[in-house]
């Protein structure tokens, strides 16, 4: 499966799920900064369904998306069927695809209600890694609040990052621009910007050894169904529990926070998309 046959599955299971409760409009959406703040970990932008399921995107991909202000105005969604922003997926530029995703994580959000299922929360923010000094973690993008927790906990830390300016290496940890530092780890954490990079499926077969494989990041929101088929075994994402506060709080620039919950979906325990479809259908 490549990416491109992963953003079809994710944009057909999005119009599935449109074409059996549809449609879905967007009702809002806060488009966050795309200039890097110094003083900020990260910048979100988020669009909400009008039953208030919400999806988030990362706003620091750089590139086009750097232009999204000027292409994009938040404003204008309001009203808009979410399938076709979800369709932006399958563009080309980072603007359109990181817009999609969010709308397929909306819609994703609104498929579990309709199914009565409620993603598991994550126990922390290392998506339920129990690993310490003797572990070997990789890190498929610069996460780096997680990097400093592994790092505090004595683990062995292995970044691969597409900025060649975080290049570093010291004892105990090495950042850098060629996936082999993770041919010998034995977890690896990913960045759910590789689903917008094209660099996820490059990156797989740079795990041989990993006895565990995890997506995080805010953004992961969509079906999981096309990444657990790629041998991930978890997904930690974010769902969003108060609608209207975290709209608030993204247009201010502030952290989620309480509006969100962090959530840990195992591959192994997961109902599987035609399940739950099955679920959602009966319930009316």
Known sequence: MSVS?????????????????????????????????????????????????????YAWLGGAQAELPQRFHAADFAGVDVMDVARLYLAGADAERSLGLAAISAVTAHFYRRAGYRPPSAPDSMAGLDVGPGDRLGFIGNFVPLVRYARARGVDVAVVERKAHMVHAEPGLVISLDPRVLHDRSHVICTGTTLLNDSFEAMLPHCPHARRLVLVGPTVGFFPDAVFARGVDAVAGTAIVDTAQALARVAAGAAIGDTGRRTLIARDHYPGFDTLLERALARG
């Open 5 to 57: 046959d992963l953003r079809r599955t994710l944009v057909e299971q999005a119009a599935r799920v449109c074409a059996e409760f549809g449609p879905l409009r967007l009702a809002a959406a806060v488009l966050g900064a795309p200039i890097p703040d110094p003083a900020r970990e990260a910048e979100f932008g988020i669009l909400a369904l009008e039953d208030g399921a919400a999806g988030l995107y």
